[in-house]
């Protein structure tokens, strides 16, 4: 434990990402994710959550490297958790807002997707989905959640190039809500996160899930088989041999 | 009857929403503009319809003093009355054009969302869905059509806080499909309605419902429960007493 | 045959169609054409496809004079076997460029929307659905493409009142990617396909299936009803009426 933490301000809490210079996912990390969503659900003196890392990145995806020493089995249980922390996410109950204040890519992408609302950096920070480049191909609750976000002419474009996007140009495509300057984000998250909490939470919970519903049946209809497809590949010579070359240079 | 008056110029029927000071909806107004489709629907010498409000208002929503002397019964038929309108103007065989002449809000912003394209005065007219504000959601009618314009990005944003939008920001999301002066409005309503009803009928009623028709029938499927949800709401002591205050003071 | 050549420049195959001054498509070339898609599908040294038109024009569409002396059921034969190709190129397992180096209307513009980026010279080509201002409808294949690249709204306006589009205005609404110069369009499309032919083939097409599969599955399902149906207004009185001045002054 420890690669998360958690403080209360004023019935906002926030949970920064915390584990190594990038903020890197490992599966003892995305259980205490979970666990902290989970725990606070249930407070009703708590009206909404901000999702930051530590540092300067947000989440430069999965801890690659030590994902490398998963047997296949080890590594589809991971799959399955990442995938299910975020579609706990994407359909909770009380507004999350992410905080983007550094690199969010691959798995830090799709964390910051599962949110209401996305205010990022601008310089030198670079959101993408950049699992193509190393050979991976992307699960269905990624697909799912990047194109109801982004359509799917910016979906296929992100996930088939896989460019890394600076914060105007992610905007631009509806990648994130809003670029701010380093020294302004965190007022801007405070402002934005205090618009969203002073929302009834009923009519608030309601609405975001006729929205996200639709969305989130479908990823987990596609999830276990893409699931499957992506540590098939993930496993396949090609794709390895480029991780194995993320784990040295990386 | 006599809250709606409709004017025939050249086979473009103009139906004028006209009910007090801001065109308010109750029943009786939400049945005569379903009955005055209805009644244009089978007229071949008329090709298409404009949908505006007298003065300066297209309409506010509902009449949310008048509402809250409807029984829960009452106000459910209300709603069933309002959706099915809804989703027969957005299924109507002929071109349906809004001239938004001033605020479009609430239920007065459904209404201009059923139809084929949305021109909307500069100035001070805004248009939004500001429902969760006084601590209502929104039936998925509403939701259905509404991310169909906008996508789910903007439109959860537009449902989520509830904001107000001026004729340029409505038209940057997609809300509306031009901003207009108030001299001009007039004129280019006309040119729009003009190059929709040159279009042969049948094709066009074809190519309108291939595109609509899913999201009619998701419209339809969830809405008998969403609306129940709705009224649920509104009836809970926390709404109620926002009604309250709004009748009160708005 | 002889409608279309192919070339091979370092893995990237470059179809090119060329029938005539506009490129209007008849039943021998589209069978042509998804010949030569067929053949490449499994050459593994072939990375990608460039679709282009020979001379000023990508394609204009049907070839309507020669189509009119098809009998309805040859005609309904020709709709079947272009929605197949339509079909086939937009789940194909290798990146597809459209090279737009000229007018791509009707017919042709569903060729495009089939492809995975679409680049279309600036200054007079245009692209559009116009089928509307002849008194044709579309079949569901060529909705789902379109409202899938460009949203319902940008799709009902597009359809509906059949417009023609610049290359800028295309790129705004989402119609094309890439609006580039006469002079550069070339080694654009070169740079782009060689963003594209550098992806792994394996994530590539499960990517591309995940995201484009829901589609498919909808131009498909909906496929033989709608092509009925256009092929019932093709044969109309008033679109047929419309269609024979085509073939005198087109």
């Given at each position: 434990?420890?690669?998360?933490s958690?403080?209360?301000?004023a019935?906002l809490a ?6 190594g ?7 003892p ?12 659900e249930?407070d009703?003196?708590?009206?909404g959550v ?9 989440s430069f995806?999965?801890?690659v490297p030590e ?5 296949k ?10 995938n299910?922390?975020?579609a706990?996410i994407y359909?909770?109950p ?9 690199h969010?890519?691959a ?22 989905l950049?699992?193509i ?6 699960f ?9 976000l982004?359509g ?5 474009r992100?996930?088939l190039l896989g460019a890394?996007?600076s914060a ?5 495509m ?11 984000i965190a007022e801007?998250?405070?402002e934005?996160?205090?618009?969203f909490?002073q929302?009834?939470?009923e009519?608030?919970r309601?609405?975001?899930r ?10 987990s ?7 499957r497809d992506?540590a ?13 070359e ?5």
């Amino acid at each position: 434990m420890g690669f998360v933490s958690v403080a209360n301000d004023a019935g906002l809490a926030t949970i920064t990402l915390s584990r190594g210079r990038v903020n890197a996912l490992n599966e003892p990390m995305v259980e205490e994710i979970d666990k902290w969503f989970a725990d606070i659900e249930p407070d009703a003196a708590i009206k909404g959550v901000v999702l930051r890392g530590a540092g300067s990145f947000f989440s430069f995806g999965f801890d690659v490297p030590e994902l490398l020493g998963y047997s296949k089995d080890e590594f589809v249980r991971f799959l399955r958790k990442f995938n299910s922390l975020c579609a706990k996410i994407y359909l909770y109950p009380k507004p999350v807002i992410a905080a983007l204040n550094g690199h969010a890519v691959a798995g830090g992408c799709l964390l910051a997707l599962t949110c209401d609302y996305r205010i990022m950096v601008k310089g030198k920070a670079r959101i993408g989905l950049n699992e193509i480049t190393f050979g991976a191909p992307m699960f269905s609750g990624g697909v799912e959640m990047l194109t109801s976000l982004v359509g799917n002419r910016n979906g296929e474009r992100v996930l088939l190039l896989g460019a890394m996007y600076s914060a105007e140009k992610a905007q631009a495509m509806g990648l994130v809500d809003e670029a701010a300057d380093d020294a302004g984000i965190a007022e801007r998250v405070k402002e934005i996160s205090h618009q969203f909490c002073q929302k009834d939470p009923e009519p608030f919970r309601i609405v975001k899930r006729l929205i996200r519903k639709p969305v989130a049946e479908k990823m987990s209809q596609g999830g276990e088989n893409s699931i499957r497809d992506f540590a098939d590949i993930w496993y396949s010579e090609n794709t390895w041999r480029k991780l194995q070359e993320i784990k040295i240079h990386g």
